[in-house]
């Protein structure tokens, strides 16, 4: 397999190992082998990161000059496009993406999202007259200010890092921040091969650097705690979010955290070609380690036999068409560590405990490569109280709870600490109606795409706070400031 180049640091406009050249593995998901190596960023190069943040953000143009960010993230865009074999690369090597998943969701779709914002650019208000007003005996004209929050700590997860990366890059760039880029240890390189791409599109010094540390919590717990950053965007598990949440407090950081989820997707009896969209409702998309993947499958008990047949069918027929690095259609490869392999099977044994049935898979398969293969897995007549049916597995395994009817189905959609995605399949209106009473941030009807670069993406409860993507993932870097002019 071929290696991959050392992820660097990106710090203040050059690429650069860690202080005393300290270095981590960089483990490729497939193989279980060393592929590369990742810069082993330490304190002072955080602290490094910081300052050049803070001065880019304090004393360049980069807050207020609309044309030239506008112009250099479209040609940081078109860059990355125009390596996109390269991301393909490491999203396959590093985050251990089969190549149907990496040509779909890591790797084309993060680019052509990224692409949606730069149109997402030209809608926002920068600022708005507000008209002349008397009070208090003088008048006064007006303006509303819709101005850049300040240095950005981005902090991403290793799941689909390309398209994580990029959320939150772009919209903190367009809106006029300073980004740190902080990747998780998982995936490296993809953070770092950004920052130098940046700095071939011209980013100015210091508008984006990128540390990347073998230390999971180093350089988030610096970035969040450090008075001189004044957001921190993170995506990843609720219980990180909610230290981050705890430490962020202290400065009342300006906090976005897009967390886990455990969405739905309700097969309602009507729905067209029942067994078909049953059958599609497989978790298995680059090994279930989606945030808003729909795990939770519920389904009518009118109808229950029948569901629980085609997925019968859809496993067997899956059962050996994923984990194959060469396959270009396939769409699912290993799970991303060996903590991750042990977490999924964890929950695969507690499943069984808990009384749920396996319909498929449950199997660990050393057979397909030294790294971290977990068979596709199917539990059917799970109840909602179940664990495996509460918690974020982050592995191939869906569980199938049935339900009564659509009060039943909305009680179980909701009776969730989640509340990031999730689907309904059924006649439009019935299906809309209940899609409404879902809490979740993005539920799509039919199949239709809520997820899109032009949408805002974000979750309700425990899923987190803030969007992302979308005019609404600009907006959120953006404060509000009112100018009153007197003597008018
Ligand atoms: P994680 O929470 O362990 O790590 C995420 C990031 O936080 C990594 O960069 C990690 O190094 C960093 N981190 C760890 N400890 C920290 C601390 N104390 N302070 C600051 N930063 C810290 O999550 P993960 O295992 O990398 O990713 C999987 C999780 O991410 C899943 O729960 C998944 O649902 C979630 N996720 C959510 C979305 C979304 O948009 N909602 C998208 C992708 C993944």
């Not at 360049?60 to 044309?67: C, G």
């Not at 540390?213 to 598990?237: C, N, Y």
């Not at 179980?412 to 399949?425: F, M």
């Not at 979740?440 to 997820?451: C, E, F, Q, R, T």
Request: charged content about 25%; overall charge negative; glycine content about 12%.
């Amino acid at each position: 397999m071929n290696q991959l180049p050392d992820a660097l640091l990106c710090i203040d406009g050059e690429m650069r190992p860690a202080e005393g050249d300290k270095k981590f593995d960089n483990i490729c998901p497939w193989t279980g082998e060393v592929v590369g190596q990742a810069a082993d960023g330490s304190a002072s190069d955080v602290e490094a990161a910081i300052a050049s943040s803070r001065k880019a953000f304090d004393e360049t143009d980069w807050s207020t000059n609309h044309a030239k960010r506008i112009e250099l993230v479209t040609k940081f865009a078109q860059l990355l496009r125009e390596n996109r074999d390269t991301l393909m690369q490491i999203a396959r090597l590093e985050a251990g993406s089969s190549i149907g998943a990496a040509a779909f969701a890591q790797v084309d779709n993060a680019l052509t999202c990224g692409e949606d914002m730069l149109k997402c650019f030209e809608e926002i208000e920068w600022q708005e007259d507000r008209g002349v007003r008397e009070f208090m005996g003088g008048k006064s004209k007006r303006t509303v200010y819709h101005t850049p929050l300040g240095v950005v700590g981005a902090i991403t997860p290793w799941n689909v890092p390309l398209y994580v990366n990029i959320g939150k890059v772009y919209g903190a760039l367009l809106a006029g921040c300073t980004v740190i880029l902080k990747p998780a240890p998982d995936t490296p390189l993809m953070g770092s091969y950004m920052g130098e791409l940046g700095i071939q599109a011209g980013l100015p010094k210091g508008v984006l650097n990128v540390i990347t540390a073998q230390d999971p919590a180093l350089a988030g717990e610096m970035l969040t705690r450090d008075h001189r950053v004044d957001v921190i965007s993170f995506t990843g598990s609720t219980g990180v979010g909610k230290r981050i949440m705890e430490n962020g407090a202290e400065s009342l950081k300006r906090l976005f955290l897009e967390l886990g989820g455990k969405s739905v997707n309700i097969i309602l009896d009507d729905a067209d070609d029942f067994a078909m969209k049953v059958m599609t409702g497989m978790a298995v998309f680059h090994a279930g380690q989606g945030c808003a993947m729909p795990t939770r499958m519920l389904v009518p008990k009118s109808r229950y036999e029948e569901a629980v047949g085609a997925l019968q069918m859809a496993y067997q027929g899956f059962a050996e068409r994923w984990g194959d690095f060469d396959a270009p259609d396939q769409v699912m490869g290993p799970v991303i560590s060996k903590r991750q392999h042990d977490r999924v099977m964890g929950y695969i044994e507690l499943g069984q405990q808990e009384g749920a049935r396996l319909l498929a898979g449950g199997k660990s398969r050393p057979d397909k490569g030294n790294g971290f293969f977990i068979e596709p897995t199917c539990f059917v007549d799970c109840t909602n109280d179940m664990r495996i049916a509460r918690e974020e597995i982050f592995g191939p395994v869906l569980c199938v709870i049935p339900f009564e009817d659509d009060e039943d189905a909305i009680r179980i959609a909701n009776d969730s600490d989640y509340g990031l995605g999730g689907g309904v399949h059924g006649s439009v209106e019935r299906a809309t109606a209940i899609a409404r009473r879902i809490h979740a941030g993005a539920i799509s009807v039919n199949s239709g795409m809520s997820i899109t670069g032009d949408l805002p993406f974000g979750g309700f409860k425990q899923s987190g706070m803030g969007r992302e993507w979308g005019r609404e993932g600009i907006e959120d870097f953006l404060d509000t400031k009112v100018i009153a002019v007197g003597g008018q």
